[in-house]
């Protein structure tokens, strides 16, 4: 799980109280669409100062952004309140539950990376006795939160599951790309690089292996005329001898 806690927002620790937290987790969305899949994860950053900044400013004034955490659509788990705190996010849940916010709005399905951050969060807090049931935020109040395409989910299950790791594994081509993993050959490493990509230790091997066949080809057809020549050489002697 890719966790950013309070710290990597500047925030110190949170104000709210303790609580047990433990019958499961609501899911939030924001109610507007914020985009966020479509730009690079500062504005998720962003996006989760602005919403501590929100929820303790004037129309709020909240002792610290309302819920216990996020899920981004890059499948980073950003700390709110944290795990066993009160929260201001869904009233009748607020010390009994654990809330989580999708930070999107009604028209904005998740990412594959945020369902499965999402499931790799719900694990993690299994692992603390957290309950494994899953409930929106109007199975509390009346509200349009989650929003319809994240409501279907909690209701089918799609939030639920075992998280996949596929992605925390380098592609092939990760691999073939990363400098430094392989140590260059040593009639190569003076003044160069002394650790190279798989890539260019292949290329070099290939093309090494390139001119010593053109050498032992060359050595090959040298040695084919040094024969022939003594063949000639050899007629000659033996046509002197017999006359
Ligand atoms: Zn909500
Ligand atoms: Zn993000």
Redesign the pocket.
């Known amino acids: 799980m890719k966790l950013e806690k309070r710290s990597v927002f500047g925030w110190p620790g949170t104000a709210a109280g303790t609580a047990p937290c433990k019958n499961g987790l609501v899911v939030h969305y924001d109610g507007a669409n914020q985009g ?1 899949a479509r ?3 500062d ?3 962003t996006y989760w100062r602005n919403t501590r900044k929100f929820h303790m400013g004037p129309s709020r004034n909240w002792a610290d952004i309302g819920y216990s955490f996020a899920v ?5 788990v ?1 700390e709110g309140r944290g795990f066993g705190r009160v929260q201001a996010a869904q009233p009748g849940g607020n010390t009994t539950w654990t809330s989580v916010t999708f ?1 999107s709005g009604d028209a904005e399905r998740p990412t594959s990376e945020q369902v499965n951050a999402f499931k790799e969060l719900r694990a993690w807090l299994r692992g603390k006795g957290v309950a494994g049931a899953v409930r929106g935020h109007r199975d509390f109040i009346s509200t349009s939160c989650p929003g319809s395409i994240l409501y279907g989910m909690v209701r089918d299950g799609s939030l639920t599951g075992t998280p996949h790791e596929e992605d925390d594994l380098p592609s092939v081509k990760d691999v073939w790309l990363t400098d430094g993993i392989i140590e260059s050959p040593p009639e190569t490493a003076a003044g160069g690089n002394k650790y190279w990509t798989p890539g260019s230790y292949l290329v070099w091997g290939y093309r090494q292996n390139t001119e010593t066949n053109a050498k032992v080809k060359s050595l090959e057809a040298k040695v084919a005329s040094l024969e022939s020549k003594l063949d000639q050489v050899l007629d000659l002697l033996r046509e002197k001898q017999q006359a």
């Open positions: 966020l730009k690079g994860h504005a998720c950053r981004c659509p890059h499948g980073v950003m930070c």
